[in-house]
């Protein structure tokens, strides 16, 4: 996808407050069964269409509202990652904000992911991806 100058001069700046891990060091933590959240925050329909094996589910249009509900341990580990690492580093800034600190965008999303053979599962046919109900 192509980005506006505005987008990646965004992401740019924001990126040098994320740290970033690769798509090696994450298989790895994943074959050695370490504990931590792999969140893949791309859009219902990306989900849907396959995503990285173990990672769950929630959109980059509802972290920041439903972080604390998944996810209330503040010293949590967690990865993020979207399709490319541009939306998970916005992602991580705003969550670090909200007082998350051991947070890390996957470098290169899952298009690096995928370019690299790595485990992918869908969802079993008829699954929904993660929508919380809305504040009454």
């Known amino acids: 996808m192509q980005h506006t100058e505005a987008f990646e001069k965004l992401v740019a700046e924001i990126k040098s407050h994320v740290k970033e891990i690769s798509t ?3 298989l ?3 074959d050695k069964k370490e504990t931590f959240r792999f969140v893949d925050v ?3 329909h990306e989900w849907l269409a396959g995503h990285a094996r173990g990672a769950e589910h929630i959109s980059r249009g509802i972290i920041e509202r439903d972080i604390e509900k998944l996810i209330p341990d503040y010293n949590a580990p967690i990865v993020l990652y979207c399709g490319g690492g541009y939306r998970s580093a916005l992602a991580a800034v705003n969550i670090q904000k ?3 600190t051991n947070v890390l965008s996957m470098a290169g999303g899952i298009r690096k992911w995928r370019e690299e053979e790595l485990p992918e599962e869908k969802p079993p046919e008829g699954a929904v ?3 919380a109900p809305y504040a009454k």
């Open 42 to 44: 791309r859009e219902d």
């Open 24 to 26: 090696a060091e994450v």
């Open 98 to 100: 909200m007082g998350y």
């Open 129 to 131: 991806p993660y929508t």
């Open 28 to 30: 790895e933590k994943l």
